[in-house]
């Protein structure tokens, strides 16, 4: 009952049973799509099941058949249907198939190109390098790049800023124009969230996949000739609409030799960068031990997680710059972006040009006193008056 409902949902979404074997023979893309082999997949009868159904059909021949057996029973008709849907499901799997395997190589491609051209990364190299020399007192030529995990863990006895924080300063007084590394190794984060070992066996399971789907082709080729007869030869010779969906079927030698020869140019392609990595590491100090032990993905993690802590660090020490700066120049007089200091900014110049103006009107003007006496009263008496309290109260 279980299996007769599971049969009963898939066919809501598959055309009718009658229409499905045509579909299967000619791998009519139009009639079935991907999703839809996939349910196929999943519904292909056994013997035993076939057998329990001619078995109810034969004691109950006026009967009708349910939804469920009549598909199996239809689907139990058409010969090594799971090679066929197998096979169908390879050609049009097979681009996502390579895309997984391609893409993790060209990220990690690139990120060694992009290590390989930062200078930001080989400033590091070489401050971080020569700060260990200094403190262990030696003279090593490299070091372990699992170490710039641990630069933000070690701390300075004094200031208790951890070594992380020296690095970004120094690099920031010899480097100026050096960059926050992390924008620069994008790559570098892309090819760390990949398991390359997954890959390689991508590509293994890959490669077995197309040497089946050709042992397959073969069986179909045999059944096709033991069914050979009119209605083949019209198959094969008819036209009308379903002219390219049966070319498909008729199209699989040549693009299983297709996917064959780029299985072959993405193997070289492994094998390529993963030796290219290989080198990159020598390049970087690593011993051919250490060479071999060393993953990809751990790698790229390592050099991703230590430049997001470098430009966390680079970007705190440039604010904290930024902020002394505007409290030093905010002390001897405001800061031109506050509303105090544009307003001074844009009122101060105009008030003391006006003054300076008036000042030397008066300077250069000789008559200027005798201008003032016009508006001064003429009345002594009255002037002495208004003037007398003044100089009552004021005592010198």
């Known amino acids: ?127 971080v390098l020569a700060i260990g020399n200094f403190l262990n007192g030696c003279k090593a030529r490299g070091f372990e790049l699992s170490y710039l995990g641990k630069l933000s863990q070690v701390r300075d006895t004094h200031t208790r800023q951890p070594l992380l924080h020296h690095v970004c300063v120094l690099l920031l007084q010899l480097y100026p124009q050096s960059s926050d590394l992390y924008s620069d190794i994008t790559a570098v984060t892309k090819a760390g969230k990949f398991e390359y070992s997954l890959v390689q066996s991508n590509l293994t399971q890959l490669e077995a ?32 609409g379903g002219e390219g969906n049966e070319a498909f079927r008729y199209r699989l030698p040549q693009i299983l030799k297709e996917c064959e020869e780029r299985l072959k140019v993405l193997r070289a392609v492994h094998r390529r960068v993963i030796n290219r990595f290989h080198s990159f590491l020598l390049f970087l100090g690593y011993s051919r031990a250490m060479v071999r032990d060393t993953k990809a993905e751990d790698f790229c993690k390592t050099i991703s997680n230590f430049s997001l802590e470098y430009r966390t660090m680079r970007q705190a020490i440039l604010l904290q710059r930024e902020r002394e700066e505007r409290q030093k120049s905010g002390a001897e007089s405001p800061s031109p972006n506050t509303p105090v200091g544009r307003r001074k900014r844009q009122q101060t110049p105009t008030q003391e040009s006006e003054e300076q103006g008036r000042l030397e009107e008066v300077l250069r003007t000789p008559e200027s006193n005798s201008r003032l006496d016009v508006t001064l009263p003429r009345n002594r008496r009255r002037m002495a008056d208004i003037q007398g309290p003044f100089s009552r109260k004021m005592k010198w």
């Not at 079935?32 to 078995?55: F, G, N």
């Not at 139990?76 to 681009?95: C, K, N, T, V």
């Open 1 to 127: 009952m279980k299996r007769s409902n599971i049969i009963t949902i898939a066919l809501s979404s598959l055309p009718p049973p009658r229409l499905l074997p045509p579909a299967i023979y000619s791998m009519d893309g139009s009639v079935l799509d991907r999703e839809d082999v996939q349910r196929l997949s999943a519904l292909i009868p056994t013997e035993e099941e076939l057998c329990l159904i001619k078995e109810a059909k034969a004691q109950n021949p006026h009967s009708p058949l349910a939804s469920a057996e009549l598909c199996l029973l239809t689907l139990g008709e058409i010969p090594h249907l799971s090679s066929r849907l197998q096979l169908w499901a390879f050609a049009l799997d097979y681009d996502s198939l390579e895309r997984e395997i391609a893409e993790p190589l060209f990220h990690l491609k690139l990120a060694m190109e992009q290590l390989a051209d930062s200078q930001t990364f080989r400033c590091i190299l070489a401050t």
């Open 209 to 240: 996949l197309c040497k089946a789907s050709w042992e397959q082709l073969k069986v179909l080729d045999k059944a096709e000739e033991k069914r050979k007869g009119g209605k083949v030869e019209k198959r094969r010779g008819g036209g009308g």
